[in-house]
């Protein structure tokens, strides 16, 4: 059975590593960490703009390379399912994923952006809050690979309803409170079964874990407490990035 891949474009900061362990509590259905294979796509594409490539143009032989890009990374994955995590909405890697899947299906994991920003805050603990908010929220570079990584997802995710492509949206602080409910729906929107146990474990595929602290799991799924956002960001953050948000804030 060839595997069917789906995708997931969530604010940084807003739950997926979370979602992807719960996810990956089904055996046939398995959420990678965060892609390389926009960056893959992008780069197999650019070949077609070299010299070497205008003098010699077989075109059908890369493009059998770039139509199987998902085959072959997952090849050994032993699931069915793949949700695919990455910056997928963006016009450039929209355009070129619909080259190879027609009707891609997303999965939005939406955080309220100050929410997201004051999470990167209170992890990270960076001397010059506001400079570290900045960058994070670097939208003049949002195609180039140094942009702003909140910039980027939140450019993806608002061309992915901008294009009407086939989404369902989850809210952060919706999934903390009931997470049974959150994967009820993506069962739904998938079409594929999926169950829900009560253990937490630490994200891991293929015997292989993230090693940063960045994304380490807490046992118990809790939501920061409230007031998180006044504690953790200046006033001139709050100020200048408060209206940014493109969905619901729930």
Known sequence: MKKKIYFLSGLPRAGNTLFSSLINQNKNIKVGANTVLTDAIFGLNIIKDYDIFHNFPDHESLDNIINNVFLNYYKNWNCDYIIDRGPW??????????????????IILYRPVLECLASFIKIEKPIDVEERCHVLMNFENASKP?????????????NIIKENEDHLIINYNEFIKNPKKTISDVSKFIGVPL????????FKINNISYQDNIHKIRTRITAGPLGEIEKYLPNKIIETYS???IVNKG
């Open 146 to 158: 140094s942009s702003g990584m909140l910039a980027k997802y939140l450019w993806s995710i608002k």
């Open 195 to 202: 169950k829900l146990n009560n253990k937490i474990e630490q």
């Open 243 to 245: 209206n940014l948000d």
């Open 89 to 106: 909405g963006t016009p450039t890697n929209l355009m070129l994923l619909k080259k190879i899947i027609k009707k891609p299906k997303f």
